[in-house]
C-alpha cells in the first residue's frame, strides 16, 4: 500500500528506459528489506542500476525521486513498515537501488524485484504491478503482487490459459515471472515452458534453457 502512494504522475514517468517510478519503488523496497534484514548476505536482484540517476544532467530527476520516495515511507508505519529517523538523502537513494546488483544463482536466498511490471499499463494509467519473490536456492517460496490499479469488486477476468511467447532473441528475466509463478501455483494452477517443464530460476537473471514460451493454466486443463 505504501507503494500504491509511490505513484507519480503517469505522463511523466517513463525517462528513456527508465521511470521515475522505476526507481523510487525500487529504493523503497531495497530500504525496507536492508532495515528488516540488515545487509549482511542481503541479495536483492532487481531491474533497474544508477548508471542514468547518478549523472550530473540526473540531477533533478534524482531529487523528484528522492521527494517520492520520503514521502511514500513517512506512512510506513502505517503498514507496519520501519519507517527513516529522517528523510533520506539522494545519497541513501542512489545507495539503495544500487544495492539491487545481485545477479541470483542456484546457492543461497535471493530476494528478486520488479519495481514496474507493465512499464506501458503504468503510462496509461491501466494495469501494473510491483513483483517481489524471494527465492531460496533456485526455489521460489514466496510471491507479492501489488497492483494499485486493480478492483477486485469491479474486474474480475477469468481465463483458463495464459500463453507468452517472445521473439527467440529474447530472454525471459527471472524478476517478470517469480512472482507471479508462485502465486499461480500456490491457487493450484501450473506454469511451465512449452515443452512442459518448470521454470528454472536458479540461473542467475535469465530463465536460461526456456522452450520456446512461457504458459499458465489450472491443473484441469493440464490433465484434460
Known amino acids: 500500500m505504501v507503494l500504491h502512494d509511490m505513484s507519480l504522475n503517469p505522463n511523466q514517468a517513463v525517462v528513456g528506459k527508465l521511470s521515475e517510478n522505476d526507481w523510487g519503488v525500487q529504493a ?4 525496507v528489506l536492508a532495515e528488516v534484514f540488515g545487509t549482511q548476505n542481503l541479495s536483492i536482484v532487481a531491474e533497474e542500476d544508477t548508471d542514468s ?6 540531477l533533478g530527476l534524482l531529487d523528484s525521486v528522492s521527494n517520492a520516495v520520503n514521502e511514500a515511507l513517512s506512512e510506513a508505519r502505517k503498514y507496519g513498515l520501519p519507517k527513516p ?9 542512489l545507495k ?4 539491487c546488483n545481485s545477479t541470483g544463482g542456484p546457492k543461497g536466498r535471493h530476494w528478486v524485484l520488479d ?15 510491483v513483483a517481489l519473490a524471494l527465492i531460496e536456492d533456485g526455489k521460489v517460496l514466496l510471491g507479492v ?29 527471472i524478476w517478470d515471472h517469480a512472482a507471479g509463478v508462485v502465486i499461480v ?11 512442459g517443464r518448470k521454470l528454472d530460476f536458479s540461473k542467475g537473471v535469465y530463465l536460461e534453457g526456456l522452450d520456446r514460451g512461457i504458459i499458465a ?5 493440464t490433465s484434460s
Open 185 to 195: 501455483e500456490e491457487a493450484g494452477g501450473v506454469v511451465t515452458d512449452a515443452g
Open 145 to 173: 503482487l501489488g497492483c494499485p490499479n486493480y478492483s477486485v469488486k469491479k474486474e474480475r477476468l477469468h481465463a483458463e490459459v495464459f500463453i507468452k511467447f517472445a521473439q527467440s532473441s529474447y530472454k525471459e528475466k
Open 28 to 31: 523503497i523496497v531495497s530500504w
Open 96 to 99: 539503495a537501488i544500487g544495492r
Open 85 to 93: 529517523d529522517k528523510p533520506l538523502g539522494s545519497h541513501d537513494i
Open 53 to 58: 540517476l547518478s549523472k550530473s544532467e540526473s
Open 217 to 221: 493454466c489450472s491443473r484441469l486443463t
Open 115 to 129: 519495481p514496474v511490471d507493465g512499464t506501458l499499463g503504468f503510462v496509461r494509467g491501466d494495469q501494473y504491478a
